[in-house]
């Protein structure tokens, strides 16, 4: 129990107005449904109130790490073993990374030059251009709030409204009229994709992503993924990499493939805000992100030394990593090559 939930009785009547209905929409899914919640003026402006005594006014830091000299890659042999094996092979990448991975573990040279391969990669992330011009995302004050559908949409808005910021709904797909860039992912009961308006979110701009509640979090990862990263105008080439972590020592290797990274909107996701947090789910995998679940009432990073893996579209995964032993976050844009396959 947080100090918070013990001090401010909001919080304890908004979890009391959230119904629970067991076996919804699937047998074994303790639904958490907040239409309940919404019932209650009183409980609902609370809900709005409390998100917005943490959001307005502040000069909200960095979520997506600070450290953009890690721009890394870096994958851990055996959890993506895991990962890769927990999806199905018909999503997008996952051939490829199996592929990649295939290739690395057999190739005996790889393993000699592992620690050769590290360095030659580190100096050219850290003397790439990649870097300078990621950091120039982080650079702009304004503000937008992004919400997800549907359920986002309840509680986005009215945070928005109170915060100054503008609202960006992020849809399922073929929803909005306009272009659209689109995202794939996995949740608690099934599987979906999230698009947004191109132009909506522009590159540099701080974002809030809203939504009712945290299972998995590969909705607002994939939320993430559609703000945060974008180079439509401005393609970096990329090299391949496939990394993995030997104690704290982080291993990159590279092809001599060149690959650009897809379009996203560039901004920077400054929290993802949910009211629930489901708390004893079993994460097929995680997030690395900061949120705030307003029941639990503390801001979380769900971080460890395993990697996460999201899937993007094309041959494009993000990929975002705490390792604990090195004290540092990764955000990190894995691309696959085709002469892996
Ligand atoms: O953390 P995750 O495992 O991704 O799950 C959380 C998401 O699941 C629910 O939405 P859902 O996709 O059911 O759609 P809805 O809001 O349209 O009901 C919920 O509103 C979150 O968006
Ligand atoms: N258990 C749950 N209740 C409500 N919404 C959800 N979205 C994903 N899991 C959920």
Not at 83 to 102: H, M, Q, T, W
Not at 146 to 155: D, P, Q, T, Y
Not at 179 to 194: F, P, Q, T
Not at 290 to 302: A, C, G, I
Request: aromatic share 8%; hydrophobic share 45%.
């Amino acid at each position: 129990m947080s100090a918070y939930r013990d001090e401010d009785p909001r919080i304890h009547d908004i979890k009391t107005r959230i119904r629970v209905v067991p076996n919804f929409p699937k047998p074994g899914i303790m639904f958490q449904d907040i239409t309940t919640l919404l019932l209650n003026p009183k409980a609902f402006k609370d809900t709005i109130d409390l998100f917005v005594e943490r959001y307005k006014g502040k000069n909200i830091s960095v979520v997506a790490g600070s450290d953009l000299g890690g721009l890394w890659l870096v994958m851990d042999a055996h959890p993506v073993k895991k990962i890769v094996a927990s999806f199905a092979p018909e999503i997008d990448g996952v051939v490829r990374i199996r592929s990649a991975l295939k290739c690395t573990l057999l190739c005996p040279v790889v393993w000699a030059l592992e620690s050769v391969s590290f360095l030659l990669c580190y100096h050219w992330i850290s003397s790439s251009a990649c870097v300078p011009r990621l950091v120039s995302w982080r650079s702009s004050l304004s503000n937008s709030s992004a919400g997800i559908e549907a359920r986002g949409f309840i509680f986005g808005p009215p945070i928005a409204l109170a915060i100054g910021a503008k609202f960006v709904p992020l849809r399922k797909p073929r929803k909005l009229p306009g272009e659209v860039i689109s995202e794939k992912y996995i949740l608690e009961y099934g599987r979906d994709c999230l698009e947004m308006h191109v132009g909506a979110v522009k590159s540099g701009e701080r974002a809030l992503v809203v939504d009712d509640l945290i299972a998995t979090g590969g909705t607002l990862c994939a939320a993430m993924n559609l703000l945060e990263i974008s180079l439509k105008h401005d393609p970096i080439p990329c090299d391949i990499f496939c990394l993995r972590i030997i104690q704290t020592f982080v291993l990159i290797e590279c092809t001599a493939s060149r690959y650009y990274l897809s379009e996203r909107a560039g901004a920077e996701v400054v929290e993802c805000a949910c009211v629930i947090e489901l708390p004893d789910l079993k994460l097929p995998f995680s997030c690395w992100f900061h949120f705030l679940s307003l029941l639990t009432r503390k801001p979380v990073k769900r971080c460890s030394e395993e990697n996460y893996i999201f899937l993007g579209r094309d041959e494009v995964s993000v990929i975002r990593v705490r390792v604990a032993s090195l004290n540092a976050d990764f955000a990190v844009i894995l691309k696959l090559s085709k002469c892996l396959n």
